[in-house]
Nanobody
Framework: QVQLVESGGGLVQPGGSLRLSCAASGFILRAYVMGWYRQAPGKERELVASIIDPTGRTSYADSVKGRFTISKDNDKNTLYLQMNSLKPEDTGEYYC????????WGQGTQVTVSS
C-alpha cells in the first residue's frame, strides 16, 4: 500500500527557514518522479519543485528558485523540501506527490509565513 506522510510545516517569520519531509512507503522512492506542490487559500494547487528522474535531476517554479531545494534520502525512502528566505506568499498547504506511474498524494502539511 502506497503512503506519503508529510511533516515539518509550521509558523515561521518572513526570512526564516523550514524543512519539509515526506516519508514514502509501499514503493521505492528513487525509481519515480516526485514533486512538492502547494496550495494557497483561494488558489489552485501549483507545482513547486520536482525530482525528475532516478538520477535526482531537479526542477523548480520560478517563484522559489534559489530559495527552495528538493532532495531525497534513498536509504530512508524520504523526500525533503528545504525552504529558505521564506516569504508571506509561500504560505499554503504543502503536499508531496508520487508523480509517475500511479500517482499518489500525501495528506499535506501547513506552512504559514507571517510576522
Amino acid at each position: 500500500q502506497v503512503q506519503l506522510v508529510e511533516s515539518g510545516g509550521g509558523l515561521v517569520q518572513p526570512g526564516g527557514s523550514l524543512r519539509l519531509s515526506c516519508a514514502a512507503s509501499g514503493f521505492i522512492l528513487r525509481a519515480y518522479v516526485m514533486g512538492w506542490y502547494r496550495q494557497a487559500p483561494g488558489k489552485e494547487r501549483e507545482l513547486v519543485a520536482s525530482i525528475i528522474d532516478p538520477t535526482g535531476r531537479t526542477s523548480y517554479a520560478d517563484s522559489v528558485k534559489g530559495r527552495f531545494t528538493i532532495s531525497k534520502d534513498n536509504d530512508k525512502n524520504t523526500l525533503y523540501l528545504q525552504m529558505n528566505s521564506l516569504k508571506p506568499e509561500d504560505t499554503g498547504e504543502y503536499y508531496c506527490k508520487k508523480d509517475s506511474g500511479s500517482t499518489y498524494w500525501g495528506q499535506g502539511t501547513q506552512v504559514t509565513v507571517s510576522s
